[in-house]
């Protein structure tokens, strides 16, 4: 699919006519929208994002210690949030600072230095080998405040975002995926309760993530002067989400 024009997902007759970036118009009985945490065809649709406290990343590709041969993902806290970084299949290493958004642009000009003053990460990832620029992309949880409607459903980020910390996102955009499937399936065989049960289904896995991150944030208790694990252990605990209009 080559990506949807904007205002052009009328429904009518009980299908969906959808006018793509290429001119061409594809009419479907349902409607899933697995488009990521933009959430871009509900959010059309009139449905509002629930947004949980508010997390950016800021993130550089870039290479790992020479022979470096690091399996696992590397997590740090540092006073600024945390960082998050991994080697890839190619060799390259993709590593990611975590913030608030209100901090991020100050992060970004300073992501070399933070790098620097890490304990552990450095020594895997020198800064001498992440020298292009970094790049930013929202990485705060969510979920769309309605999670399926008539002959549409969400699945994936789409449907419900993970701060990266948790590791659960893709895990769940695939299983969420196939679950909206079968939501669909049982919907049309007359189960008047799939769709329902389906957001059940996923409120309660966004539930017991927010549980487990809440315990994962508890841990770091070093910086009681960082408004960033201060502002995150409250807001996780507090659970006060803010709507987008
Ligand atoms: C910094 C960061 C680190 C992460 N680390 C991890 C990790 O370690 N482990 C993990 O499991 N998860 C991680 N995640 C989460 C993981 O990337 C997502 O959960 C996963 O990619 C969600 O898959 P998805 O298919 O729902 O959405 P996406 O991967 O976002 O795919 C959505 C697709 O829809 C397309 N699209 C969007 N709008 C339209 C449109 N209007 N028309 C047509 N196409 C459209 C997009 O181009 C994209 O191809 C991380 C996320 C972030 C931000």
């Not at 871009?40 to 508010?54: H, I, W």
């Not at 659960?168 to 008047?192: E, F, K, L, N, P």
């Amino acid at each position: 699919m080559e990506g949807v024009a904007h205002g052009d997902i009328p429904a009518g007759n009980g299908v969906w006519r959808i006018a793509l970036k290429s001119r061409e118009t594809v009419e479907a009985r349902w409607l899933i929208d697995a488009t990521g945490r933009g959430a871009s065809l509900a959010r059309r649709l009139g449905v509002r994002k629930v947004r949980d406290e508010g997390l950016i990343a800021l993130w550089r590709f870039g290479l790992p210690r020479s022979g470096e041969r690091c399996n696992r993902t590397l997590i740090e806290a540092v006073p600024e949030g945390s960082w998050y970084g991994a080697v890839l299949p190619d060799d390259r290493a993709v590593l990611s600072l975590h913030v608030r958004p209100d901090d991020a642009h100050l992060a970004g000009s300073l992501w070399l230095d933070i790098l620097r003053r890490t304990r552990f990460l450095r020594e895997f990832f020198p800064a001498e080998g992440f020298v292009e620029s970094t790049r930013t992309v929202d990485a705060g949880g969510g979920r769309l405040a309605a999670l399926y409607g008539d002959a549409w459903i969400a699945c994936g980020d789409a449907a419900i975002s993970f701060d990266p910390l948790s590791s659960q996102g893709i895990y769940t955009a695939m299983y969420s995926g196939m679950m909206a499937a079968r939501a669909i399936a049982g919907s049309v065989r007359g189960d008047a309760l799939a769709l329902a049960n389906y957001a059940a289904w996923l409120d309660e896995i966004r539930r017991v993530y927010r549980d487990r991150l809440a315990d994962s944030y508890a841990m770091v208790e070093r910086w009681p002067e960082s408004r960033f694990w201060v502002e995150r252990l409250a807001g996780v605990h507090g659970d006060r989400p803010a709507e987008d209009p």
